[in-house]
C-alpha cells in the first residue's frame, strides 16, 4: 500500500512527471531539487531591470575569504597612501632627517647632525673639525647606508662641514677692516 501523505499537504509529483503513482523517497527528493532548480531558473530569467533601465548587479563581497573591506594594518595603509599621492620622496627625505641615528648608527649620530636636503644635496654639521674630516672620509659609505635604509636617488650628495665660527659681520658694534686676526689663526 502506497504512503498516505498528511493532511494538508499537496499530494507529491509523479518521478516521471505523469499522472502515475506518487513518487516515495529518493525519487521524491529528487523531484523536489528538480522543481526547486526549474523555479529559481525561471525567476532569474524573469527578473525586471531597475527603473532607469540599468540590471540589477550582485556585489562580489558574498562569502568567505579575503575582502577589500576587511580591517588593514595601518602601515600597509600608509604606504598605499604615499605610494598613491607620490610622496615616497618626501618621505624619505623626512626619514633621512628624522631618522639620523637609524640611518647612519649611533656613534656617528652622536657627533653630527643634519641640516637639510634639497636637490639630492644632504648638509651635514659635526660637533668638530676632527669629525667633519672623519665624515668626509666615511662619505662613500655613509651614502651606501642611506642608500640601503631609505632608498637610492633621495640622497646623491653630502656636504659635510664642521661647527660654525662666530661672525662679527652683524651687530652694533662691527669694525670695519679684517677683523681680529690673531684670535683664530
Known sequence: MPPVPPTGAAPAPAADGGAGPPAAGPELARAVLDAAKARRQAARTARRP??????????????????????????????????????????????????????????????????????????????????????RLLQSTLLRNIAGEVGHGVVLRLRIHGPAAPSWSRGPLRVRGRGPGDTYG
Open 50 to 135: 531597475r527603473a532607469d533601465g540599468e540590471p540589477r548587479r550582485r556585489r562580489g563581497y558574498t562569502g568567505p575569504g579575503p575582502d577589500p573591506r576587511d580591517p588593514q594594518l595601518f602601515g600597509s595603509v600608509l604606504q598605499r597612501l604615499l605610494k598613491a599621492r607620490g610622496w615616497q620622496q618626501p618621505a624619505a627625505a623626512a626619514t633621512v632627517l628624522g631618522a639620523w641615528e637609524k640611518v647612519v648608527g649611533a656613534e656617528i649620530a652622536q657627533h653630527s647632525r643634519p641640516v637639510k636636503l634639497a636637490d639630492g644635496e644632504l648638509t651635514v654639521e659635526a660637533e668638530s673639525t676632527a669629525w667633519a674630516t672623519q665624515l
